[in-house]
């Protein structure tokens, strides 16, 4: 019987790799697919993988009817077995709805991919109503890491290398894997994510801020006061730890 299956963890957590690789492994025992993306990194009607993997796809947009998506082609007599939904957080929950339908009337396997919670920590709409609708919710396996080491469980937005919890819940940037905070050097402000541990991102310490405690040491510090980090581009205090 066909599933609906939310597959979901932080960025940089491997979804697009896993759902690429899924339908490869589909499409090679002679099922029929569509795959679906929204607001990829790499631009409209694409699935990208940073590892390189790269797949066209059909970008879901506001009046995407996923029901009238299958019932189209099948209509044109395309074989349409399952579909693969990366990036669903973005997805309405009214899509999600439409999936869920397609699942148990048209007997479609639907594997959708996405994050759970923004920079705020709040629930992406669509992400809540997969969770609620959904067969399974599977956490992937792959675990990304803070830059302390720990396992990552949140996903953070910096502006011009400072982490903000406020602002619109979508605006597409990148991870920044360096820590170094590219700043915008007074063009458009230059907007990144990174994943960090729940307790780094309570604090609000990047990669970057990590570094500016430190006082530009190439090593991470495991034992600066946190909460002299607050946010505005620097250290505040006298940046003793001991006193």
Request: glycine residues 12%; aromatic residues 6%; charged residues 25%.
């Amino acid at each position: 019987m066909a599933e609906l299956i939310f597959f979901s963890g932080t960025m940089d957590s491997g979804k697009s790799t896993l759902a690429l690789q899924m339908d490869h492994n589909h499409r090679a025992r002679g099922r029929g697919g569509v795959r679906f993306s929204c607001n990829d990194r790499a631009g409209d009607s694409t699935i990208s993988s940073r590892l390189g993997l790269r797949a066209d796809a059909v970008e879901v947009e506001e009046e995407t009817d996923f029901w009238e998506e299958v019932v189209r082609r099948r209509t044109a007599g395309q074989r349409v077995d399952y579909l693969i939904c990366d990036e669903a957080q973005f997805y309405s929950p009214g899509q999600v709805e439409q999936l869920a339908r397609v699942v148990d009337e048209m007997d479609v396997d639907v594997f959708a991919f996405g994050i759970t919670a923004d920079f705020r920590t709040h629930l992406f709409p669509g992400s809540r109503r997969l969770i609620e609708l959904a067969d399974r919710v599977q956490v992937l396996q792959v675990e990304a890491l803070c830059w302390c080491g720990r396992r990552a469980t949140h996903n953070a937005r910096t502006v011009d290398g400072v982490m903000v919890v406020e602002g619109d819940q979508v605006v597409v940037g990148d991870v920044e894997m360096s820590g170094e905070g590219s700043g915008s050097h007074g063009l458009e402000p230059v907007i990144e994510y990174e994943t960090l541990c729940r307790r780094h991102y309570m604090r609000r310490v990047t990669a970057h801020g990590a570094r500016l405690m430190a006082g530009g040491e190439a090593s991470l510090p495991f034992d600066v006061d946190a909460c002299l980090w607050q946010g505005t581009g620097g250290v505040q205090g006298t940046g003793n730890t001991n006193s």
